[in-house]
């Protein structure tokens, strides 16, 4: 266990010495917010993945994303701006202000929720359990056939 | 032949009236002490009668759609003379009205088997046969009175139909309706044992084992539309994915996931007693997601390229859902006691949590997923503005969920019933922590940047929690194999053939284990998709990653049905050629509608997908859109695994067979230790 620990030391130094080294790297903009929009022709299809022929929306807003990435413009003042011509719709996800921050935080909420419930109700029931087990004694009786169970179950 | 169509559904719609009062009445006899035992058979022979019905309006409608009987509305709105005939055949389920008849068709047939098979438990299964009838006579209302599939075309009858949409005219079109629909419909019958057990107060968890195979047949058939259904995308759509978070995507896997959590579930009741409300209302909410799902995208509440024209069958169906809750409600309310558990959750560390914990993971996945697809409705409420909820979201919000999950398939099967030592965790452990932890080392040497990029970093994560779970499912068939081994003789791959066959369930498990992780190893490669985009003429080249595409030719073809438009490329990779490929668009010429015809170079390694997007109408240059799309062959081969394992596991153990032989022993030796349970059992 004592060579098992230590080798799980070693991993753990060498993942985070790999993850620390060089953290760097350029983001492809473009394909980036292209994948952060909504294709607007009906399609329910993200910006960069329309496949409609002849769409009359894709390629304009192709071609305005272009644009405003050679630009130099920031990433959120280009979606705003294609908030602004396109509406709240343009946006593949919601965003992280106002009421569209619920969105995000629901999920998370009741899934933490769940899990600290069940915890909790584990835990108390464990220690009841525990606590019923030293009231009525370990019944040493027993321990032969606590040693079968375990010999016959065991693989 | 409509006419006999309408006369069908009528006659099923008496006849499920029927079944459901005079199931109920006989019901309501026994249960006083009153003999009503032929008034019991009536019903359930009426609930046979349905299916003949129901069948013979189904053949109604193929018929009308083979003889190309346009005086009938639906065959005319979905099918024209030059459609083949397979996809005549497959019209019966392409529209709102012939989908619902055929939803019809697969409950009747559920319900059939169900009636014939009465003998397993003759009052149980007159409560499901009643509570089933139900179920069906809602359907054959909607039929009769809100979706009619005979409606008759008013004036002259057009010469010709409008055709089937060319999206569903792909040969796994006609199969993955009929699997999601299996799936679906068959979560009646689990959901109907359930409240049967519970409205009689059942005894036992013998409703659980009836039901099993019903609900791993179902949940087999559901897993086998929802990847068909991918694949049909992946396919036929071509924008180079399988998966698009569409509300009809999502509402196939709400089911999915509760069904998921409920087969895992009921493990915990048939062992220990626990976990007995939380079962019966995991099956009804399964079945209420499966009516949910069919409300969202029959409704328009929310919109969807898969949906069906806005129409008020929505309604029918909210009411339907509002009723089926509030009659589950009532009978949990009135007989809740009935559902105490015998056991409680001893210990953190214990198979009974983890079974637990991978429950919630599942249903905090489902209401994610539920959430997101609501949200945009919430929204346009509150905000007066409707907002999209797309991929990014669903993404974001359930890969961890999913890493979580995944954990969990690993850890649960090798923490003990009741309580796990922290000694024995540590040795169990032991290699798949390894496991995991090499193949995340491996990984980055190999270029894996986790933090470069978001998808990166749960791409190797995934990879490597399916290294984990991997070497779990290994030590468990190993070490149960060197037992068997030890005792038999035999080698150890023999071995752990006898070792699956001695406890199918467990091991079919483990099956269907490998098989979700096959998948998730293919869902990972998505993160290292690459895609291209060139206007290519003739002669001209392309190149993506290693691959490289000339263009050697374009050509079209014409028949009666469409119009098609192709390629001819050639490929090398590396500089060694490939062969040819050949994209296309089709043009359909009933519906007047294009659809494309993805050309696919699929190895283990990676996807070289090639779409032919259309032409430039500048320079009338045909536009050829390239994706390498890593590991896609490995969900579907993940598919094949986990129907194999959901196959296994539904076989009868071997043990099974050998208890009556083990009574039969003398009684000097049979008090000798048994040891008649499988070696694993107790899963």
Known sequence: MRLFRRLSAALLTIVLGICVLGASGDHARFNDLGHRMMCVCGCNQILLECNHVGCSYSERMRNQLLSATQQNSNDDSILQAFVKEYGTTVLAAPTMQGFDKVAWIMPFAVFLTGSVAATMLILNWSRRQALHAVSTGPGPALDHYRRQAREETEL | ?683
Request: aromatic letters at 14%.
């Open chain 2, 1 to 683: 032949m409509p006419e006999f169509g309408s006369f069908a559904l009528i006659f099923a719609l008496v006849l499920s009236a029927y079944c459901v009062l005079a199931g109920i009445l006989a019901l309501r006899q026994q249960a006083v002490g009153i003999a009503s035992d032929r008034l019991a058979e009536t019903a359930r022979r009426a609930g046979i009668a349905i299916w003949a019905a129901v069948t013979g309006a189904a053949f109604a409608l193929v018929w009308a759609a083979l003889h190309n009987d346009f005086s009938v509305a639906y065959i005319l709105h979905h099918s024209n003379r030059d459609l083949p005939t397979p996809y005549k055949f497959a019209a019966l389920w392409s529209g709102q009205e012939g989908s619902l008849l055929f939803w019809a068709f697969l409950l009747s047939t559920y319900g059939l088997v169900l009636r014939l098979r009465h003998k397993v438990d003759v009052k149980l299964t007159a409560y499901a046969s009643t509570i089933l009838a139900a179920v069906q006579l809602f359907f054959l209302l909607l039929l009769n009175f809100a979706a009619t599939p005979f409606s008759l075309v008013r004036g002259s009858i057009p010469a010709d139909g409008n055709g089937l949409n060319p999206l569903l005219q792909y040969p796994e079109m006609v199969i993955h309706p009929p699997m999601l629909y299996l799936g679906y419909v068959g979560f009646a019958v689990p959901f109907a044992f359930a409240l049967g057990a519970l409205i009689m107060k059942y005894p036992g968890e013998k409703w659980i084992h009836i039901t099993r195979r019903w609900t791993m047949v179902t949940w087999c058939f559901l897993t086998c539309g929802i990847f068909l259904g991918a694949h049909w995308a992946y396919s036929v759509l071509g924008w180079g994915g399988y998966w698009g978070w569409d509300p009809v995507e999502n509402a196939s896997f709400f089911p999915w996931l509760t069904g998921t959590a409920f087969l895992h579930s009921v493990m915990m009741q048939e062992k220990r007693g626990m976990l007995k409300t939380w079962n019966v209302w995991l099956i009804f909410s399964t079945f209420m997601l499966s009516i949910l799902g069919t409300f969202l995208t029959r409704s328009g509440v929310v919109s969807s390229v898969h949906a069906f024209a806005q129409s008020s069958i929505g309604e029918w169906f909210m009411w339907f859902l509002g009723l089926t809750l509030l009659v589950c409600l009532y009978f949990y309310v009135r007989n809740r006691d009935h559902l105490r558990s015998e056991h409680r959750l001893e210990s953190l560390l214990s198979r009974e949590s983890s079974f637990l914990f991978q429950n919630l993971v599942l249903l905090a996945s489902c209401f994610a997923i539920l959430w997101g697809t609501l949200f945009p409705v919430l929204s346009e409420w509150i905000q007066g503005h409707k907002i999209t909820v797309g991929p990014p979201f669903f993404n974001r919000v359930n890969v961890p969920i999913a890493m979580f999950l995944l954990l969990l398939t690993g850890v649960g099967p090798l923490l003990a019933w009741r309580r796990t030592s922290w000694a024995s965790l540590k040795r169990n452990f032991a290699i798949p922590v390894l496991a995991g932890v090499t193949t995340a080392i491996v990984l980055m040497a190999l270029g894996m940047r986790p933090w470069q990029d978001a998808a990166h970093f749960y791409s190797l994560m995934a990879i490597s929690l399916a290294a984990l779970v991997t070497a779990t499912i290994v030590s468990e068939f190993v070490r149960g194999g060197r037992v068997i081994s030890r005792h038999t003789g035999a080698n150890l791959l023999a071995s752990m053939v006898i070792l699956t066959r001695r406890n199918t369930r467990r091991y079919g498990g483990y099956i269907v284990h490998f098989g979700a992780v096959v998948i998730v190893v293919g869902l990972a490669g998505a993160a290292f998709n690459q895609q291209k985009e060139q206007e290519l003429g003739f002669g001209d080249r392309m190149q993506l990653g290693p691959y490289t595409l000339v263009c050697d030719n374009y050509t079209q073809e014409d028949n009666p049905n469409y119009s098609i438009e192709y390629a001819i490329l050639n490929v090398y990779k590396n500089g060694k050629p490939m062969g040819q490929m050949f994209p296309a668009k089709k043009f359909f010429k009933a519906s007047q509608q294009p659809d494309t015809i993805v050309a696919n170079h699929s190895t283990p390694r990676e996807d070289l997908y090639v779409i032919y997007a259309g032409r430039n109408l500048d320079t009338d240059k045909p536009i050829i859109k390239v994706f390498i799309n890593p590991l896609v062959m490995w969900i579907w081969a993940g598919v094949w695994v986990l129907i194999g394992g959901t196959v296994v596991a539904m076989l009868p153990s071997m043990s099974a067979a050998a208890v009556p032989q083990i009574q039969r022993v003398p009684v000097s030796a049979a008090a000798l230790p048994i040891h008649s349970d499988p070696v694993g059992a107790g899963d």
